[in-house]
């Protein structure tokens, strides 16, 4: 049972993956990316959409922007190095029961990336749901 969901699991964020954008780029340290299945981040639910993701004057905060209505969101994001440095950007998305979870936005050209903080409460409450829950990820470019 758990093998089959897990097989399912990627094979959705395989399709999902394919379905993104062609054009995931850098533009002065922001990733540019059209997410096509609703996901969260954070506490807040994120419909689907292209969205500008950067960093702002601080790695802690990032700025996540809606191309389409302009509306912005900011999250905790916690720096982390990687031992080689990202040629594409891409976003790695966890899947829970509850959904896609965006856990990680990877900026190309750097040896590092931003790690979404979930608040307490709801990290706890991920971590119960999550024991069947796998990873995977998303990009171009």
Same mark, same amino acid.
């Given at each position: 049972m758990t093998r089959s969901f897990f097989a399912k699991s990627m094979f959705a964020i395989a399709i999902a993956g394919a379905a993104i954008s062609p054009s995931m780029q850098a533009q002065n340290d922001a990733v540019t990316v059209t997410v096509p299945f609703q996901f969260a981040m954070g506490t807040q639910s994120i419909a689907p959409g292209t969205y500008q993701f950067s960093l702002t004057s601080s790695q802690y905060v990032l700025s996540v922007v809606n191309l389409k209505t302009g509306h912005a969101e900011i999250f905790n994001v916690?720096?982390? !190095?990687?031992?080689? &440095? =990202?040629?594409? $950007? +891409?976003?790695?998305? #966890?899947?829970?029961? $509850?959904?896609?979870?965006? @856990?990680?936005?990877?900026?190309?050209?750097?040896? &590092?990336?931003? =790690?979404?903080?979930?608040?307490?409460?709801?990290? #706890?409450?991920?971590? /119960? #749901? @999550? /024991? &069947?829950? +796998?990873? %995977? @990820?998303? %990009? !171009? #470019?």
């Open positions: 916690r720096p982390e !190095r990687r031992s080689e &440095t =990202e040629k594409r $950007g +891409n976003l790695i998305f #966890r899947n829970s029961s $509850g959904g896609r979870v965006l @856990s990680e936005v990877h900026f190309p050209g750097t040896d &590092t990336f931003s =790690e979404v903080i979930e608040r307490r409460q709801s990290a #706890r409450t991920e971590t /119960a #749901r @999550s /024991a &069947t829950s +796998n990873s %995977g @990820s998303v %990009g !171009r #470019r």
